[in-house]
């Protein structure tokens, strides 16, 4: 399964992005997926992931009310939608695909994708 991420870029603190994923070459639909990000200096942490029916979905505290999750499997793509983007926001953000939720969280990542940068300004 190979995974592309798109979507980042650079906005002020308050602001939105929405960050895409599109799973190719691979049964999309078998698979939970799920964001990581690694800010500089620090190691790659769970954000959030999502079931492959979308049944089951999981945040990161930090992202908890601000960020939400979703996915499409007819068009094999799943989506992060980041509102109230804070500047610990700032990082690489990553796709991945994983057996379920919980593996996820705990970074069992089967698939991952390239990053995509997400810069926060203050």
């Known amino acids: 399964v190979q995974l592309q991420a798109s979507g980042g870029g650079l906005v002020q603190a308050g602001g939105s992005l929405r960050l895409s994923c599109t799973a190719s070459g691979g049964t999309f639909d078998r698979y939970a997926m799920g964001w990581f990000r690694q800010a500089p200096g620090k190691e790659r942490e769970f954000v959030s992931a999502?079931?492959?029916?979308?049944?089951?979905?999981d945040y990161a505290d930090s992202v908890k009310g601000r960020f939400t999750i979703s996915r499409d499997n007819a068009k094999s793509t799943i989506a992060l939608q980041m509102n109230s983007l804070e500047p610990e926001d700032t990082a690489v953000y990553y796709c991945?695909?994983?057996?379920?939720?919980?593996?996820?969280?705990?970074?069992?990542?089967?698939?991952w994708g390239r990053g995509t940068q997400v810069t926060v300004s203050s």
């Open positions: 991945a695909a994983g057996r379920n939720t919980q593996v996820l969280r705990m970074g069992g990542v089967g698939y």
């Open positions: 999502i079931s492959w029916l979308g049944g089951s979905i």
